[in-house]
């Protein structure tokens, strides 16, 4: 199991999106979507300009890993926010929304997949403050970080899944503005 950690400059409810019952990560952190596998973890912590620095917005085990086209044509995510691009002739093509636009397809197809999760914690602008034996989970600016220890992470996950329900315990911070992802 890898386990991912990043920092989120916007918390719009996009990138993840939390809603109706799934966390999914179909825009933004495209390493992160490329290499995750079924069983990693994913979670993405404040900033100064979000919640606040060490707090826990989110954190998702991937319980499924798919194509773009398949997410589209999946009934379980017809209505979501992030699910916007769709194959037509053997071409990706994106749908107009308000979060991405042309400039962010390049980036975002380079993904290749949307990440699935029916095993998330979700605290949007509720986010929770992570205990100092686990700050060492965040990752300082931009990019994403991945080697952490065994025991830190079981560690961290055991306290999350004691202390916390699972799914969406608060809306995100963002959500009326609707500002993408930043590289």
């Known amino acids: 199991m890898k386990f991912f950690s990043y920092v989120m400059v916007s918390d719009t409810g996009f990138a993840p999106n939390p809603f109706d019952g799934f966390c999914t990560l179909a825009c933004c952190k495209p390493i992160i979507r490329r290499t995750a ?16 620095n060490n707090k826990l ?16 044509n999946d009934k379980r995510f017809h209505n979501r926010l992030d699910n916007i691009y769709f194959k037509n002739k053997d071409k990706l093509n994106q749908k107009k929304n308000k979060y991405h636009h042309k400039e962010d397809m390049d980036h975002d197809l380079s993904g290749k997949y949307v990440l699935v999760s029916d095993h998330f914690y979700y605290f949007g602008k509720d986010a929770i403050a992570i205990p100092k034996e686990f700050l060492a989970i965040i990752k ?16 961290f996950l055991k306290w999350l899944e004691k202390n916390y329900d699972s799914g969406k315990n608060g809306y ?12």
């Open 37 to 52: 596998s079924v069983g990693d973890w994913i979670i993405g912590t404040g900033s100064k300009g979000t919640i606040g």
């Open 57 to 72: 917005i989110y954190a998702m085990k991937v319980t499924e890993k798919m194509d773009f086209n398949s997410y589209y």
């Open 140 to 155: 300082k600016g931009p990019g994403h970080k991945c080697n952490f220890s065994t025991d830190l992470v079981s560690d």
């Open 172 to 183: 995100p911070l963002d959500f009326i503005e609707g500002i993408g992802c930043v590289l």
